[in-house]
T-cell receptor
Framework: GAVVSQHPSRVICKSGTSVKIECRSL??????MFWYRQFPKQSLMLMAT?????????EQGVEKDKFLINHASLTLSTLTVTSAHPEDSSFYIC?????????????????FGPGTRLTVL | QKEVEQNSGPLSVPEGAIASLNCTYS??????FFWYRQYSGKSPELIMF????GDKEDGRFTAQLNKASQYVSLLIRDSQPSDSATYLC????????????FGSGTRLLVRP
């Protein structure tokens, strides 16, 4: 159980193009999905939190117009990197949380997708 | 002060030994604690979670939580070379989201 898929696993694109990454929870409904970025040998960096049917909440310093997030259903969230540049090259990882019960000492576990390695030439 | 702190390592142990990974957190109200394993080039994988003070065992893994000291640890018994990875400690965020606050991870190296 608790499987999260991500597609594509690897993408190479030219500078200036847009890239869409899909994240799906396969066997549970995800109240909340998260998007992270990780540069080589660095920590996970949370980019944004998304809830189904509402606007994503972006972390400080993350450009919402550049990283478009859509959470259309309880099992699907997408991240679109618009007008990608070489500095956007990174490992993008989504996670999904079933989020039972709400805030206050209940489950917050997150299940991660396999990640998407983006290379912008 | 970082919210979740881990020693970056590497922690090097011989095969068969017990590996002890430690994590401290700053928010005394935190209630959910998680350990993830991340192999190089891969995404994190949930190993264990713990909510109550004390020990929680799952196979070769034991998570220990001490809320008074704001300390959580992961013990790996009978360490194997395949356990060599980065171990991430995560703590629930105290805002109303379901965010987790991650430490920067401890790299574990198990020598054959």
């Amino acid at each position: 159980g608790a499987v999260v898929s991500q597609h594509p696993s690897r993408v190479i694109c030219k500078s200036g193009t847009s890239v869409k990454i899909e994240c799906r929870s396969l066997d549970f409904q995800a109240t909340t999905m998260f998007w992270y970025r990780q540069f080589p040998k660095q920590s996970l960096m949370l980019m944004a939190t998304s809830n189904e049917g509402s606007k994503a909440t972006y972390e400080q310093g993350v450009e919402k117009d550049k990283f478009l997030i859509n959470h259309a259903s309880l099992t699907l969230s997408t991240l679109t990197v618009t007008s990608a540049h070489p500095e956007d090259s990174s490992f993008y990882i989504c996670s999904a949380s079933p989020g039972t019960g709400g805030f206050g000492g209940t489950y917050n576990e997150q299940f991660f997708g396999p990640g998407t390695r983006l290379t912008v030439l | 002060q970082k919210e979740v702190e881990q020693n970056s390592g590497p922690l090097s142990v011989p095969e068969g030994a017990i590996a002890s990974l430690n994590c401290t957190y700053s928010d005394r109200g935190s209630q959910s604690f998680f350990w993830y394993r991340q192999y190089s080039g891969k995404s994190p994988e949930l190993i264990m979670f713990i909510y109550s003070n004390g020990d929680k065992e799952d196979g070769r893994f034991t998570a220990q939580l001490n809320k008074a000291s704001q300390y959580v640890s992961l013990l790996i018994r009978d360490s194997q070379p395949s356990d060599s990875a980065t171990y991430l400690c995560a703590v629930n965020s105290m805002d109303s989201s379901y965010k987790l606050i991650f430490g920067s991870g401890t790299r574990l190296l198990v020598r054959p």
